[in-house]
């Protein structure tokens, strides 16, 4: 147990450190794809999800949540990049949320000696629009009246086009989940002791 506790840790750490990396290095947290900025974090997030179980990917999402927060109040993206996801309830409970339901997902889909593409791919795309929704949802909620913090934004016009852009994202976002969580989590699945341990009971 104390091997596994270790071994779970370790692997959590892994994931922390690759969100934070793909965060803080261009090119691998967000892929300019033409006019959108393609996020790829989520995938790593659905991917702990469903190898450690939706707790584990909780803890996850929850990291690129607060490391997302903490860019947003301290490092200059944009003005309504850094306003929008100053808010925690759009730059953290999302991404929570993104691990929790997407690892419960897998575990109601999956089962011993079944083949795993189709739950991993159904888990992916899930995964990848509850963080496109939630955020969406969060800046029309607190923002599609105005902003207070910054007045000279005319918040009301702008969200149509936020909105927009970022729905627009979402749907090669989800479609990108749905190809890669199953390449690279099916693997780790079959072949490490903490993915076995997913379908023991």
């Known amino acids: 147990m104390g091997k596994t506790s270790a071994g779970r840790i370790s692997i959590l750490g892994l994931f922390a450190a690759i969100i934070i990396l793909q965060n803080y290095v261009p090119m691998i947290g967000y892929l300019p794809v033409g006019p959108l900025n393609i996020t790829t974090i989520h995938i790593t997030v659905i991917i702990a999800a469903v190898v450690l179980g939706p707790g584990d990917g909780a803890i996850v999402g929850g990291i690129w949540g607060v490391v997302d ?3 947003a109040l301290t490092v200059t993206s944009s003005a309504l990049g850094n306003i929008v996801m100053a808010n925690p309830l759009i730059s953290v409970v999302p991404r929570i949320l993104i691990g929790l339901i997407a690892g419960w997902l897998f575990a109601k889909l999956a089962r ?46 702008l969200t149509p086009y936020i909105l927009f852009v970022a729905g627009t994202n979402g749907i090669p976002e989800a479609i990108a989940a749905g190809i890669l969580v199953p390449l690279i989590a ?8 903490l993915g076995q341990q997913r379908f023991k009971h």
Do not use: C, E, H
């Open 186 to 193: 099916a693997p780790l699945l079959k072949y490490t002791k």
């Open 69 to 71: 927060w903490i860019r």
């Open 112 to 157: 011993p000696n079944n083949r795993l593409t189709m739950p991993l791919v159904i888990s992916g795309i899930v995964g990848s629009l509850i963080n496109t929704v939630l955020v969406l949802g969060g800046i029309a909620l607190f923002f599609g009246n105005g902003s207070a913090i910054l007045a000279a934004i005319n918040f009301r016009a």
